[in-house]
């Protein structure tokens, strides 16, 4: 009989590759998170919104124009 083994990616290097520079900070997107933790986009959203106290003031913040622009022009160099 042949057993096959298959090798799961090591949860830091699946979080690591989620992670990119914006304002000089390394950040995960939302809907990175939102997969990471198993939920919807929106209930990630509505649960740091309705439990704003539990995070810390520099947990979420929206980005520009300019910075979403720069971050598809990445994705689709990079794929």
């Known amino acids: 009989m042949v057993r096959k083994i298959v090798m799961a990616e090591a949860p830091e290097a699946s979080i690591a590759r989620h992670i990119v520079v914006l ?5 995960m997107l939302d ?5 990471l933790y198993g939920v919807l986009l929106k209930v990630l959203i509505q649960s740091v ?3 704003g106290n539990r995070f810390p003031g520099d947990f979420m913040f ?3 124009h300019q910075e979403l ?9 990079s794929s």
């Open 31 to 35: 809907f990175d998170l939102a997969e």
């Open 49 to 51: 919104k309705r439990n």
């Open 23 to 27: 304002r000089g900070q390394k950040v």
């Open 62 to 64: 929206q980005l520009t």
């Open 69 to 77: 622009a720069i971050l598809k022009s990445q994705f689709v160099t």
